[in-house]
């Protein structure tokens, strides 16, 4: 693993990135301890600039503000894990299936991915919401099911070229059971590009999530997220700056620093796996 | 016809600069002389540095190469090889290059009549569309391909690798330049193929009046087609003169030794060697980074004696064969 | 010939089962949400009468398959019933507002291709420099801002605080100067994201195809360096570009909406949006129809494009000569 981090360290964008995702999960993890209450409520105290009480300077009503984004933060980053996570699984599923069996599933399993991907991510997601109404649960599945085609393509594809490889052919005529195969044989190959492309995609988990909050379709109040805290910025933009500027600023540096990241990743991994027969 | 004056390089040196280290000196005081309409080899194994002399006669050299002196002398001009634009002011025009992948050769998103086109704007600035369009048509046909009209609207894909080659052949002949460069043109075709390229190749010679310069790893195609042969090895050239003399009799122990090497064997030569089927060179190229000063070919030498690692030899005549020219102090 | 013809039909079938996928969808996830139709698709505004006519319309009363075939038929038409609050055929009220989210999705496209070619054209012939250098940081930056933020950004500093560029709206119908004036702010807001991100495209690209062998032959006869790189290694530099033009427009239409949102412009966005907040579903539905509409034959015509620049792509008929 230290190894691992090494490769990632001395790639390009590798060291800025592992830089920034540190950063942002300091705020998100250890700010919280040593921070104010975000719900504090302290009216008279409302839209005061950055001081040392306050770093990031208060919101509408009072509200510390560095507390409020870390608080936002940590529930962005947990909320792109489980985005992915469900994704990840629901495709990888998906996909093998596909791979290892008949025409007919993989026609329809590939059917179903090009449907899904026939709509704009923003507008499935919008769509769902709508009709299922907005909330933290729904807006996760309805991510997750906007992103699933890729991880389903990606890991089809991989499924498909090892199906002919010598060495499934002769545990298949060993007898072993399809689930050992795909457990023992099959994923461990797929592992890699699967992880790439769930590290470039983080980026824009964060921000649809971001999105949909800023927009009342996602996290609701009294939850926050980054795109709740933008909004609430927002809304106030004529009152004072400072409450947009720190979700804001955040929201770029996560953004940055997990993109960073995952190109650095890819370049590490990938190149690894070509060599690989 | 009157002879024109041969095309002569001379003392041609290309370092290879690379960050944090020495330059790696890839070509060290390396001269050609390339008579009117002869074929002259270039030949030399695997990291020798022959490409490297074509692309610095070309002007096409890697970003970070640097020549460090040459000149060219080509008709009445003398080109100074550091002078990037006279080098570009050659190229199809006075200099053409055949190089050695011809899928790779050509664009391909354009046809086959975008590339004919092209190297006809260049070398006749004021032609029009249709006299271009003729042309190309004639070329195309010459160098045997035929139904030429369709051949225009192809895409490189569509061709086989031999009809790709002569494609390329025919643009040269499109260009018609004083001196063709041929890297390597058949390395990458069948033998069957070859055969047929190297006619191409040959009968351009004779159609337009251009001198080839062959760069080849192959001694079977450089002691069939050419007239004068050069051996390069590290970037120095050891030896130069008419190719019967030097396959025959060569006057430098690598030369010697590679023509050992190649497979066909002259039984009549060397009945002992023949009994062999390969011979090998033991040692490996010299790092270019770190040179001694004194005969490159020292360290791998069958013959090599302590004269040879007192000083760096220099090319000179034979001195009962005047045409003729060896770095080797033995031989001479 | 006939052949690209066989093949661009083959793409419009594909293309039109997505839809017809897409649409039978929809279908399906409304059939999973509690209530009645009527209920979900006209919110708290539903009436008896309501009821009866959408029975009747789309057959509630009728097995599943016969549901869907209604659904199906009527959606092909372009017959999505009526805006229950406005009492306005929804496809008009579609059809008003879908020209506003084109030209912005579009010209944003416009606007990154106009720029992001050209920057990343010259980063590729000057690799290294200092120049090459700040694009490379400078597009990561680019791609890695949402575009709301952007948006948010550029309505802050150049109508609140500069005053320059209005606020929002379209700008009044009949006038181009004013509508473009309304169209700077949210074109730009959405194009950032993507001049970065062509940039970094047409730099690697163009790097790789410059240093192939076929570039190389073009300098070997003496062709101008312009014309090798604008005119013999950029198309086949630009084949990924034209690759990704599908999925740029998919994205930048469902970025207009956010755009639309921030600088209240009238289109296919505010529409969702606001039935979305009165729950007035059966508009969702149909503005999601339209826009899967769009953005699949989108996609359809990238892949034309790409075959016609590419011929490598286009399976003719051709066999090899020998």
């Known amino acids: 693993m230290r190894a691992f981090l090494g490769r990632i360290w001395r790639e390009k964008g590798g060291r800025t990135g592992i830089l920034l995702v540190a950063l942002i999960l300091c705020i998100a993890l250890i700010v919280p301890l040593l921070a104010p209450d975000p719900n504090k409520i302290d009216v008279p105290m409302r839209f005061l600039p950055p001081s040392l009480l306050h770093p990031l300077g208060t919101d509408n009503l009072g509200r510390d503000l560095l507390a409020r984004v870390a608080v936002g933060t940590r529930s962005a980053l947990w909320i792109a894990c489980v985005v992915i996570a469900l994704s990840m699984a629901g495709g990888l599923t998906l996909g093998v299936i596909a791979a290892l069996s008949g025409r007919l599933v993989d026609r329809l399993v590939t059917g179903f991915c090009d449907i899904v991907s026939a709509f704009p991510s923003y507008i499935l997601v919008f769509s769902l919401v709508a009709l299922y109404g907005a909330g933290l649960g729904k807006l996760v599945v309805a991510i997750a099911l906007a992103f699933l085609p890729q991880f389903a393509r990606i890991t089809r594809s991989q499924a498909l070229t090892l199906r002919h490889r010598p060495f499934i052919e002769s545990a298949r005529l060993m007898g072993l059971p399809a689930t050992t195969i795909i457990r023992r044989h099959v994923l461990p190959n797929i592992v890699g590009p699967v992880i790439v492309l769930a590290s470039m995609n983080i980026p824009s988990v964060i921000t649809t999530e971001a999105a949909m909050s800023f927009i009342g379709l996602g996290v609701q109040p009294p939850q926050t997220s980054l795109g709740t805290l933008i909004r609430d910025g927002y809304v106030f933009l004529d009152q004072s700056w400072w409450p947009i500027i720190g979700a804001v600023a955040v929201l770029a540096i996560a953004t940055l620093g997990c993109t960073l990241l995952g190109e650095a990743l890819r370049d590490v991994v990938d190149p690894k796996l070509r060599r690989e027969p | ?332 | 010939m006939s052949d690209a013809v066989g093949i661009i039909w083959r793409r419009v079938l594909t293309g039109a089962l997505t839809v017809v996928g897409a649409i039978t969808l929809l279908f399906l996830l409304i059939q999973f949400v509690p209530g009645d139709l009527a209920s979900i698709l006209y919110g708290p505004r539903v009436t008896d009468a309501l009821r009866a006519s959408l029975a009747e319309r789309m057959g509630t009363d009728q097995p599943l398959p016969v549901q869907l075939y209604l659904f199906l038929s009527h959606a092909v038409r372009g017959d999505f019933g009526t805006n229950v609050i406005s009492g306005r055929p929804i496809l008009d009220e579609i059809l008003g507002v879908l020209p506003n989210t084109l030209a912005l999705a579009l010209s944003a496209l416009g606007l990154s291709l106009l720029i992001g070619i050209p920057l990343g054209a010259l980063a590729a012939v000057r690799p290294g420099s200092l120049a090459d250098r700040i694009l490379g940081a400078l597009s990561v930056v680019l791609i890695t801002t949402p575009s709301f933020v952007v948006a948010i950004l550029l309505l802050l500093v150049f109508s609140l605080a500069l005053d320059w560029l209005p606020v929002a709206g379209a700008g009044t119908p009949g006038d181009p100067v004013d509508q473009l004036a309304h169209l700077i702010l949210p074109t730009t807001a959405l194009a950032v994201g993507w001049i970065g991100y062509l940039a970094r495209l047409v730099r690697a690209s163009l790097l790789e195809v410059l240093a192939e062998p076929h570039v190389r032959t073009l300098r070997a006869y003496g062709v101008p360096e312009w014309r090798v790189i604008l005119i013999y290694a950029l198309r086949p530099a630009l084949i990924p570009v034209i690759a990704i033009l599908g999925m740029a427009l998919g994205d930048l239409i469902g970025g207009a909406l956010f755009a639309e949102l921030i600088f209240g412009r009238p289109g296919l966005g505010t529409l969702a949006y606001n039935a979305v907040v009165s729950r007035n579903f059966a508009v969702v539905q149909a503005t999601t129809t339209v826009i899967v509409l769009v953005y699949v034959t989108a996609n359809i015509a990238v892949d034309i494009l790409s075959g016609a620049i590419d011929p490598r792509f286009r399976r003719t008929a051709g066999e090899e000569a020998r």
């Open chain 2, 1 to 332: 016809m009157t002879d024109s004056p041969p095309i002569a390089l001379q003392g041609l040196s290309v370092d290879f600069l690379s960050a944090g280290e020495p330059p790696a000196r890839a070509l060290r005081d390396v001269s050609l002389t390339i008579p009117p309409r002869s074929i002259v080899g270039l030949v030399g194994e695997s990291g020798s540095g022959k490409s490297t002399v074509a692309m610095a006669m070309m002007g096409l050299l890697a970003p970070n190469a640097r020549v460090g002196a040459g000149r060219i002398d080509v008709g009445a001009r003398r080109i100074d090889c550091t002078d990037g634009a006279a080098l570009a002011g050659l190229r199809g025009r006075d200099f053409a290059m055949v190089f050695q992948d011809p899928s790779a050769s050509l664009n391909p998103t354009f046809t086959i009549g975008a590339h004919l086109h092209e190297v006809l704007r260049t070398r006749s600035p004021g032609s029009d569309r249709a006299e271009r369009q003729e042309r190309a048509i004639e070329a195309l046909r010459t160098v045997g391909i035929d139904r030429p009209e369709a051949r225009m609207r192809n895409h490189p894909h569509e061709l086989s690798g031999g009809m790709r080659q002569r494609v390329v052949i025919a643009m040269a002949l499109l260009a018609r330049p004083r001196l063709l460069i041929a890297d390597e043109p058949t390395t990458a075709l069948d033998v069957t193929v070859e055969a047929q390229v190297m006619a191409e190749i040959v009968a351009l010679r004779d159609q337009i009046g251009c001198s080839i310069l062959l760069i080849t790893h192959s001694l079977g195609l450089v002691a069939r087609y050419c007239d004068h042969v050069s051996v390069i090895y590290a970037g120095e050239v050891l030896e130069y003169g008419p190719v019967a003399e030097v396959v025959h009799a060569p006057a430098h122990p690598y030369s010697a030794d590679i023509f050992a090497c190649d497979i066909e064997i002259d039984a009549a030569r060397a009945p002992a060697a023949a009994e062999q089927r390969f011979r090998i060179i033991p040692g490996n190229l010299p790092g270019l980074r770190d040179l001694p000063a004194a005969c490159i070919y020292a360290p791998r030498c069958r013959k090599a004696v302590p004269a040879c690692t007192a000083g760096h030899p220099a090319l000179l005549p034979l001195t009962d064969e005047p045409e003729r020219e060896t770095r080797c102090i033995l031989a001479r």
